[in-house]
């Protein structure tokens, strides 16, 4: 992915399936080198390989970008790179997990993308596939991320968590025997883990869009065609542009009044904490809520 070396700041997305020895000594040197260079993100660190998405100024990313190829772990990583005015994260977190994808599964049946997975299309192989009369297209993220954007006819899941997905697919075994199964998610690493399920569980024709939506909408050629609304990123900015075509249009409409709103927010109802679409005039109205129970908890605990 090219380097938007003329902003201020660059986001940096990635992930890289790959075994780290002693991922615990790892982290603390990958601490370090964020630190140094000022970083801010969520990274995600464990035995398995690496997923991050950071910000910062331009040159540190440059630096960062250098100094994780020429380690040898992570040497072939890709990185989908955003240009940005400030950082989108507020902080630097680093964290150890046993997995940087938690597909829910017991350690014997866990899957290793390196082992098994669903076969990578391209930008425009994908866009091709989506035509073909047996396709079925699967979003691999979760349902609030789908309500913000989706490819068009996609099926998405009514799952609050990735580990939710076994469940789904074993439920729905049998409305999707003998299609053509194309998996796709934000970046790529989901769908690493979820196509490799499928291919398990004895599915045969099974896709995934290599590099995620994000990596679709950069395509020169498909610039993100039938991607529908924005695509749901877990940074300040919530949501970004993918489609650049005339099949762009925005599918996501305030809970009250109905009309197109593309904003996220947070139920103000702590207990309740729901992402929704508020539109302004609603929020001037009734206030950032999910509906009138919430609203009234919440002037109820208020002093």
């Known amino acids: 992915m090219n380097s938007s070396s003329d902003s201020p700041f660059q986001v940096l997305l990635y992930y890289r399936y790959v075994h780290i020895p002693d991922a615990a000594d790892y982290l603390e040197r990958h601490r370090e080198l964020c630190s140094r260079l000022e970083l801010k993100g969520r990274i995600l660190i464990g035995e398995e390989g690496i997923n991050g998405t950071v910000s910062g100024e331009t040159p540190s990313t440059e630096a960062y970008m250098k100094a994780l190829h ?3 772990i992570t040497a072939d990583i890709v990185f989908k790179i955003d240009p940005a005015e400030d950082h989108v994260f507020p902080k630097l977190s680093i964290k150890l997990r046993h997995e940087i994808v938690t597909l829910g599964l017991p350690d014997e049946a ?7 997975t669903g076969e990578r299309l391209s930008p425009v192989e994908f866009y091709e ?30 799952v609050d968590n990735f580990r939710e997905f076994p469940g789904w697919l074993r439920d729905h075994a049998d409305e999707l025997k003998g299609k053509k199964l194309l998996t796709y998610c934000t970046g790529g690493i989901r769908c690493e883990k979820l196509s490799g399920f499928l291919r398990r569980e004895g599915f045969e024709r099974v896709y995934q869009l290599e590099g995620g939506i994000v990596t679709y909408g950069k395509d020169p050629e498909v610039r993100g065609r039938d991607f529908e609304g924005l695509c749901y990123v877990f940074d300040e900015r919530v949501g970004v542009e993918v489609n650049r075509t005339e099949t762009r249009r925005v599918i996501s409409r305030c809970r009250h009044c109905g009309i197109e709103e593309s904003r996220y927010g947070n139920c103000r109802l702590p207990e309740c904490n729901a992402q929704i679409f508020v539109c302004p005039a609603c929020r001037e109205k009734i206030g950032l809520f999910c509906g009138e129970d919430c609203h009234e908890d919440f002037c109820a605990k208020s002093p």
């Open 129 to 158: 596939a989506m035509q073909e009369e047996d396709s079925v297209i699967i979003d691999g993220r979760n349902l609030y991320e789908a309500d913000l954007g989706r490819f068009k006819g996609a099926i998405c899941p009514s």
């Open 110 to 116: 866990d899957i290793d993308p390196n082992q098994i």
């Open 70 to 72: 020429e380690d040898p």
